[in-house]
């Protein structure tokens, strides 16, 4: 695996040759709600909001939307260094956090902030047609949730199969520990509802790559969890799901796994440019 992410790196270095000469802007702190959400109340106020980088004077560049990881307790927005001078725009967004609100908030935020990027990309010279989202452990898990159960996206006017790719690193597939928590349901008992990504198999969904560290060195069966959720994909008609076990790799198995999520990226912009 790590000559294949070797071999990945090489050739993405040579894609963004042209992409690193690009001038990139990082606008902060901008609110996905519109003004009276988000003056709700305080804390919405502080978490509800975005970091955009993206390159200057560029047009129709692909965007991912990053959501950070920490159990849908703690961390905060950031901006990957491995996506950055890649010819793309990243989101990194903030989400509201348990035990401040219950869990399911998060979810409905992960939402509120890719509509932002549907209605807004456009005015920094991005393609709407070209939205990826993306994020590790808890981020993958709203990722995957926002991409799989349309209801979350519908709720902002947004079909979640307008969405280019999702790319969740290490995603709870199940029902979220922490939503479980709420519940009393322990981390070792695990629950397939419609908190699950696993409930919203389905065959129409955007392409799905799925990417998790080694079995043996993953958090509570999060390998397997992924492996079952390709599986039935598969087996409900989705053409495009894709699995990467990362050997040697533990749960902050970030840094290889960046590359998979670039090529992915590339492998579906090229599509695109066929179509179009």
């Not at 955009?52 to 961390?75: E, M, R």
């Not at 290490?170 to 029902?175: D, G």
């Not at 992924?226 to 994909?233: D, E, I, K, T």
Request: net charge positive; hydrophobic share 40%.
């Amino acid at each position: 695996m790590k000559k294949i992410l070797l071999l990945f790196s090489f050739f993405l270095i040579t894609a963004s040759s042209f992409a690193q000469k690009l001038e990139y802007e990082t606008r902060s702190n901008i609110q996905y709600y519109n003004s009276a959400a988000s003056k709700a109340d305080a804390y919405s106020n502080e978490r509800c909001v975005l970091d955009i980088y993206y390159p200057k004077n560029s047009k129709n560049f692909a965007t991912i939307v990053w959501f950070h990881g920490g159990g849908l307790t703690g961390g905060n927005k950031e901006i990957p260094e491995a996506l950055k001078n890649k010819g793309f725009a990243v989101i990194g967004v903030n989400y509201r956090l348990s035990p401040k609100v219950k869990a399911a908030k998060a979810i409905e935020d992960a939402a509120a902030a890719v509509a932002w990027t549907f209605n807004n990309i456009a005015s920094y010279g991005g393609n709407p047609s070209l939205i990826f989202v993306s994020g590790h452990s808890a981020g993958g898990y709203l990722a995957a949730m926002i991409g799989l159960d349309k209801k979350w996206l519908q709720k902002e006017s947004i079909d979640a199969n307008k969405i280019a790719g999702l790319i969740p690193f290490s995603a709870q597939c199940i029902t979220h520990f922490e939503i479980r928590r709420e519940n009393g349901i322990p981390d070792t008992q695990p629950t397939i509802d419609a908190f699950a990504p696993l409930f919203h198999v389905r065959a129409d969904a955007p392409p799905l790559l799925l990417i998790t560290g080694d079995r043996e060195l993953e958090m509570l069966g999060r390998y397997e969890e992924n492996a079952y959720l390709a599986r039935m994909m598969k087996l409900a008609g989705h053409k495009q799901t894709q699995l990467f076990e990362l050997d040697g790799y533990g749960h902050g198995m970030t840094e290889p796994a960046f590359p998979l999520l670039l090529n992915e990226v590339n492998r579906i912009i090229k599509e695109h440019q066929k179509i179009n």
